[in-house]
C-alpha cells in the first residue's frame, strides 16, 4: 500500500511569489492534515481537511490557504512569500475524523524562500 | 489548548544502554498520546500510542512508553539502543474533544536521539 506522497520534494522561490505544495493520501484516507516544521519553532499544525472541508486551521496568517479535491488529494498554497515561510512542510493523513485514528506522514516538501 | 514539553532537547547514549527520553504535556481537557521518529530527510513514523487503558503502550522497535495521568508525563523508553535508533524523537498530543484544539497534534520541540558505538 502506498503511503503519503508529497510533491515537489524541493520548492525554491523567492520572497513576494506563491508556492503551492501538493499532497496525495493513503488510499481510503479522508482526512488531510499539513504542519509546518520550521528551524527553532518546532511542528506547527496549519490546516485539517475532510471530506473536501476545511475543519480546522492552526495560527497562520489568511496568505496559507489550501484545498482538498474530490479524490481526497490536497494543495497547500503560500502567497507573498517571506523569508520565515522557509521550511518542512509535512501533509499527513488519516483514516477518518476520530482524533484516536493515527495521522501518518509523507516525506515533505522542503520550502526555501530567497 | 495542549501544550507538549520535552525535557531534553539532546540524548547522547552508548550502544547497548537503556534510554529514557521525557515528555510532560498540559491540557485541559482528556487527550491521547503519540510519539513518532523521524529520521533525517524524512517524515515522522508513529513510534506508539495511547488511547485508553493499559498506561504501559508497547510500540514498534521495542519502545515502550508509560502514561502517568496524575504527572502528566508520556516517557518513551527502550532497554537496549542501536545505532539506527538515532533520529529525532516527537512527542505528541491530540484533544479527546472538540473545539479549536480537534483534530490536529500539538507536538513537543523534539528530542535528537544520538546513539554512539
Known amino acids: 500500500e502506498a503511503g503519503v506522497t508529497q510533491s515537489p520534494t524541493h520548492l525554491i522561490k523567492t520572497r513576494g511569489q506563491q508556492a503551492t505544495l501538493r499532497c496525495s493520501p493513503i488510499?481510503?484516507?479522508?482526512?488531510v492534515y499539513w504542519y509546518q516544521q520550521a528551524l527553532g519553532l518546532g511542528l506547527q499544525f496549519l490546516l485539517w481537511?475532510?471530506?473536501?472541508?476545511?475543519?480546522n486551521r492552526g495560527n497562520f496568517p489568511p496568505r496559507f490557504s489550501g484545498r482538498q479535491f474530490p479524490n481526497y488529494s490536497s494543495e497547500l498554497n503560500v502567497n507573498a512569500l517571506e523569508l520565515e515561510d522557509s521550511a518542512l512542510y509535512l501533509c499527513?493523513?488519516?483514516?477518518?475524523?476520530?482524533?484516536?485514528?493515527?495521522?501518518?506522514f509523507g516525506p515533505g516538501t522542503r520550502l526555501t524562500v530567497l | 489548548a495542549q501544550s507538549v514539553t520535552q525535557l531534553d532537547s539532546q540524548v547522547p547514549v552508548f550502544e547497548e544502554a537503556p534510554v529514557e527520553l521525557r515528555c510532560n504535556y498540559s491540557s485541559s481537557v482528556s487527550v491521547y498520546l503519540f510519539w513518532y521518529v523521524q529520521y533525517p530527510n524524512q517524515g515522522l513514523q508513529l513510534l506508539l500510542k495511547y488511547l485508553s487503558g493499559s498506561t504501559l503502550v508497547k510500540g514498534i522497535n521495542g519502545f515502550e512508553a508509560e502514561f502517568n495521568k496524575s504527572q502528566t508525563s508520556f516517557h518513551l523508553r527502550k532497554p537496549s539502543v542501536h545505532i539506527s535508533d538515532t533520529a529525532e524523537y516527537f512527542c505528541a498530543v491530540s484533544a479527546n474533544a472538540g473545539g479549536t484544539s480537534y483534530g490536529k497534534l500539538t507536538f513537543g520541540q523534539g528530542t535528537i536521539l544520538t546513539v554512539h558505538p
Open positions: 499527513a493523513s488519516r483514516q477518518g475524523a476520530l482524533s484516536t485514528d493515527t495521522q501518518y
Open positions: 488510499s481510503g484516507h479522508t482526512s
Open positions: 481537511y475532510d471530506e473536501g472541508e476545511e475543519r
